[in-house]
């Protein structure tokens, strides 16, 4: 069965560029959630949906920072007028339930020149 | 501050010897989880540990939780180039069982050299 999907893999951005980041989970799963990994360390959490509804966006870094997921399966995440302090690994998991197993995607490389 | 510190940071070793990763916190965590992570792909699940005092054994992987619910250990026996990767700890201090949003450790890069 296909796993956490995500797109692109890799995005070159210059600064001040708004980009999308898109999330595909497995079907069916309900909880879907966003961690960012820079360069040598571990994910950190940005935010979690259960279905469509976003319940917890306290690690989002700053309000340049937007995710949705308006139908409880795509999600994507938005990031504006992006920042090198941004270039990081955005990785997306989801879940059957809430606390259940999280599967991660591959993640995608943004690199903000 | 990290709520989960992990060492060693780095680990290079030979084909056959035996390691050691420790992931510590002053938090007690209703359960811990670790992942190994490969380039360029996302983290694997690799077990959760839920009780106190806990020992789980995967292959040549043996994982213990403390008997506190603040440490964990992660012990490989005659490593192989194939373990090769970044070892992950995590898990939510916050709730009650299970996962919700995980807090990670920075990792174990572990090389297994032929």
């Known amino acids: 069965g296909a796993g956490v999907s995500q797109s692109p893999r890799y995005k070159v951005a210059k600064r001040g560029q708004d980009v999308a980041l898109r999330c595909d989970p497995i079907?069916?799963?309900?909880?879907l959630f966003w961690y960012q990994q820079a360069l040598g360390q571990g994910p950190e959490f940005l935010t979690y949906?259960?279905?469509?509804?976003?319940?917890?966006k306290s690690g989002l870094p700053s309000d340049r920072f937007f995710a949705e997921r308006p139908e409880g399966s795509v999600s994507t995440l938005k990031i504006q007028r992006t920042q090198q302090e941004d270039s990081a690994v955005y990785l997306c998991?989801?879940?059957?339930?809430?606390?259940?197993?999280?599967?991660f995607g591959p993640g995608t490389r943004l690199l903000v020149l | 501050t990290q709520l989960l510190e992990q060492s060693p940071q780095f680990l290079s070793i030979q084909e056959g010897e035996n390691l050691t990763v420790y992931c510590n916190s002053s938090?007690?965590?209703?359960?811990l989880q670790w992942y190994r992570q490969e380039p360029g792909e996302g983290p694997v699940l690799l077990v959760t540990?839920?009780?106190?005092?806990e020992v789980k054994k995967l292959k040549r992987l043996t994982f213990q939780f403390g008997d506190a619910r603040k440490d964990s250990s992660l012990h490989i026996t005659a490593a192989q180039p194939g373990d090769t990767g970044l070892y992950l700890c995590?898990?939510?201090?916050?709730?009650?069982?299970?996962?919700?949003?995980?807090?990670f450790g920075k990792g174990t890069k572990l090389t297994v050299n032929p």
């Open positions: 998991a989801s879940s059957l339930r809430l606390g259940g197993t999280q599967y």
């Open positions: 079907s069916g799963h309900v909880s």
């Open positions: 949906f259960q279905n469509e509804a976003q319940l917890d």
């Open positions: 938090s007690v965590f209703s359960s």
């Open positions: 540990v839920v009780t106190g005092g």
């Open positions: 995590a898990g939510d201090p916050h709730s009650q069982g299970g996962s919700e949003k995980l807090v």
